[in-house]
């Protein structure tokens, strides 16, 4: 029968070879030594001959590098952001390895030969003993490194996070601590489930928004917004999601649509300890008064959970029914998917679907709303111009708050159609209706500190956006917003951290280099805003504002012949645009073409063309320098007229004491107006205008900020006013911190003749042009950025 086993297996070896017979090559013909041994006396043979072959440290060697692999493979792996399956499988393969090299280690023996099998070494010429000094050597060292690398990381590492995670995770959690409750929550994105004929993707997407904006109106419960939760790594575990966003609960959902069948399976979890607090699934007809009913059930049950305290109001909140036309419905989330991608292409198919579903449901307010933001998204991005936006908004704004007086987005949407046409108090108070309504209301929250801050409040809109913040910590529009609001506070080097923020998030964010290159400017660095508009325009070549700036950009530096392919550039694509006339009259003016600047300036007022980027003020400007130097006063004045009556419409007198309007909307021009009226004879209006303007310069705005990021308002103010010596102040101090954009433009207007002749002045423009011809050496010498950079 022996003949019959086959050749012994190589990981069967005997336990041991016997020196008198040598290797033993049938495990039942044991050495005479171990026959007639007890179980006890061959248990310890048997672990002595697991020593006696190193078998021992060899698994310890082997789990100490294994160790040390996976917290290199961790590092390096958060590093370049590898999937999470990368580790895992990393893991999974060491873990395997060690049953193989315990059996390896068994079998096989390390001679001065190479690697034999353990029978076949003779017993003299083994060599185990070194080996396993050799390994007690690796053995040390590995525990050497870990326990220094243990005791680095509590002793140090611990105290600034985990070292693994980015800089944004470390903000947006700081920002969630401070909020972390029991009754908080995110709402994961809602996995689709359906066919690919279903084409459900937007549905999925529609009901984790609906319930989430139903949740994040219910009694004191926090919930995140849509936008920071789908910023987060889709591979990051519920206890770091619930970290990172500061929520003690965490809701995962599917939708799976089918005809007209619709299963919806939700559970709740919570965050620290991944425990299912609730769960269920809801099966039910795919009409609209189903979908809201189920919403209402899903929301019941997690207040429940959560033990938030609902009012009345809250219950009619709950168990209200939008809408009960379901197509109406579809093409509402149709519309929100679109909105959500944030192209002209797609603002504008969120508006057809918005209007197709009023169109058949004329009673679905929430619809009317998405129109008039729609309209919104489409003029911040320029698409449509102020005309086409007020006739898109405000009819369906009118429409919404008669179905509904208690919608917050449409006093949002109301605020921002009252502040874009000027009204500026009604704009307020449409805001604090909104907050009123909903005090976390993202879109209320993030509106109002826009408004605020384009209004010259800074301060007074931080405290806005920052509880915002809380609900949203990873948004980059708020994160943008935030950057302008402490750019505007005087504090450019906190806009370009938000910059950086942004793009480390994402970095093909326009916003993120938007931030980033106007902290930049208005720190005084062009050299270093210089990469990141080219890096914008990259991102979105078809942007002609960014070309154009970056053009008067590298004119500020002294590289005229590169703002020229600048601009040439941004009029080929933007052709009679508004910011690309502007930044083309600027650099005609500046090098001694006047008169083809006012021609394109009349041109423009004549076509009566939007504001952007202080345009319209540029061009009253160029129009206003053409009379100074003419005496032909009416024509201009009458142009100042037409675009600013609020400046005429209280003119002054000995015995009235009402006083213009001025704003930021208006302050330069009101300046400017102001010597106009001055040189014209009208030297009482003047005074009034200018008073007026330094008293709202004085309400407003930091000591540090000097005006727009486009001038130099308290320069010009104190040069008019008679002031030599607090203009040259404010000149310095502008030059030290950097605030000069547009510069050239600033020191050529009429505005600071007063001062033009003295010696400070000379000095001061000096250190501004020799700070300017360092940066362009610096921007000279800077590798190739790629297409955008023109050089």
């Given amino acids: 029968m022996g003949s019959d086993r086959g050749p012994t297996p190589f990981w069967f070896s005997p336990l041991r070879s016997d020196p008198a017979t040598g290797p033993v090559d049938n495990p039942h013909q044991l050495p005479h030594h171990w026959v007639g041994l007890s179980g006890a006396n061959y248990k310890m043979s048997f672990f002595a001959e697991l020593k006696r072959r190193n078998v021992f440290r060899v698994g310890a060697a082997y789990v100490i590098v294994a160790w040390v692999i996976l917290q290199v493979s961790d590092v390096v792996l958060s590093n370049i952001e ?79 996070g985990d070292e693994t995670t980015t800089v944004t995770e470390q903000s947006a959690a700081a920002q969630s601590e401070k909020a972390t409750t029991e009754k908080s929550i995110a709402v994961l994105p809602f996995s689709n489930r359906s066919a690919n004929n279903e084409n459900a993707e937007f549905f999925a997407s529609g009901i984790q928004d609906e319930l989430l904006t139903l949740l994040s109106r219910l009694g004191d419960l926090k919930v995140i917004s849509r936008t920071s939760v789908e910023s987060l790594d ?24 089918a005809g007209d069948k619709v299963r919806i399976n939700v559970q709740l979890i919570d965050a620290a300890k991944e425990d299912h607090l609730w769960a269920n699934i809801y099966d039910r007809e795919l009409t609209a008064d189903s979908v809201f009913q189920v919403q209402s059930e899903i929301a019941t049950a997690i207040t429940e959970a959560l033990h938030v305290q609902l009012s009345a109001s809250d219950e009619a909140l709950i168990h209200a029914v939008p809408t009960q036309n379901t197509e109406a419905l579809n093409l509402y989330m ?21 209007k197709e579903a009023t169109t058949l449901d004329p009673q679905y307010a929430q619809a009317w709303v998405a129109i008039a933001t729609a309209a919104n998204r489409l003029q911040i991005t320029g698409s449509i111009d102020q005309a086409e936006y007020e006739s898109m908004a405000e009819g369906p704004i009118t429409t919404a708050l008669k179905l509904n007086d208690r ?95 942004i793009l480390e998030m994402n970095p093909t964010l326009v916003n993120g280099t938007t931030i980033l290159l106007q902290g930049y400017y208005a720190m005084g660095r062009y050299d270093l805003a210089w990469p990141a508009f080219v890096k914008g325009i990259a991102m979105d070549p078809g942007d002609y504002e960014n070309w154009s700036h970056a053009g008067l950009l590298v004119d500020a530096l002294g590289d005229r012949e590169l703002a020229d392919r600048y601009i040439g550039r941004a009029l080929a694509l933007g052709p009679g645009k508004p910011a690309v006339l502007k930044c083309q009259a600027q650099l005609l003016t500046l090098h001694g073409q006047s008169a083809e600047a006012i021609a394109i300036a009349r041109d423009a007022l004549e076509a009566r063309l939007d504001g952007r980027w202080g345009s319209t003020s540029i061009f009253l400007r160029l129009v206003r320098d053409e009379a100074l130097r003419t005496g032909n006063y009416d024509d201009a004045v009458r142009w100042y007229r037409e675009r600013h009556p609020e400046l005429f419409s209280k003119s002054p007198t000995i015995n009235d004491t009402s006083i213009p309007t001025v704003n930021i909307g208006n302050v330069q021009d009101a300046i400017d107006l102001a010597l106009l009226l001055r040189r014209s004879g009208d030297a009482q209006t003047a005074d009034w205008l200018l008073d007026e303007a330094l008293e709202f310069y004085r309400n407003t705005g930091p000591d540090v900020v ?38 050239q433009l600033t020191l050529t207007s009429p505005n600071l003749d007063s001062i033009r002749n003295d010696p400070e002045f000379n000095v001061l423009v000096d250190k501004l042009k020799a700070k300017m011809a360092t940066q362009l050496n610096i921007v000279k010498a800077l590798p190739y950025q790629g297409e955008a950079d023109l050089r």
């Fill in 234 to 257: 889709p591979n990051l575990s519920i206890p770091k999601i619930g970290t990172l966003l500061g929520v003690a609960t965490i809701l995962e959902g599917q939708v799976q649509r």
């Fill in 407 to 501: 919608l917050p987005g449409a006093y949002a949407e109301l605020g921002t159609l009252k502040w874009l046409t000027g009204d500026f108090a009604a704009a307020g108070a449409a805001f604090e209706k909104a907050l009123q309504l909903n005090p976390r209301d993202g879109l209320s929250l993030l509106s109002y500190g826009r408004f605020l801050r384009s209004t010259n409040r800074p301060l007074q809109a931080l405290p806005y956006l920052q509880t915002a913040l809380e609900t949203d910590p990873l948004s980059p529009e708020l994160l943008f917003e935030l950057g302008k609001v402490e750019m505007y506070s005087g504090h450019a080097d906190k806009a370009v951290a938000y910059g950086k923020q």
């Fill in 334 to 354: 149709l519309g929100q998917d679109q909105l959500s991608r944030g192209s002209f292409e797609s603002y504008r198919k969120a508006a057809n679907y918005f």
């Fill in 706 to 743: 000097h005006g727009s990021i486009q001038t130099l308002i308290d320069v010009e103010l104190f040069a008019m006013r008679g002031d030599p010596k607090a203009a040259l102040d404010a000149f310095s101090q502008a030059i030290d911190g950097g605030w000069y954009a547009d510069w």
């Fill in 82 to 160: 590898a999937p999470g399956w990368v580790f895992r499988a990393i893991l999974l393969l060491l873990v395997i390895g060690l049953p193989v090299i315990l059996i390896f280690a068994w079998a096989f023996e390390l001679t001065p030969e190479g690697i034999k099998r353990e029978t076949q070494v003779d017993p003299s010429a083994t060599i185990t003993a070194q080996t396993g000094a050799k390994l007690n050597v690796v053995i040390t060292a590995g525990l050497i490194i870990a326990v220094a690398y243990i005791a680095i990381d509590k002793l140090y590492l611990s105290k600034d």
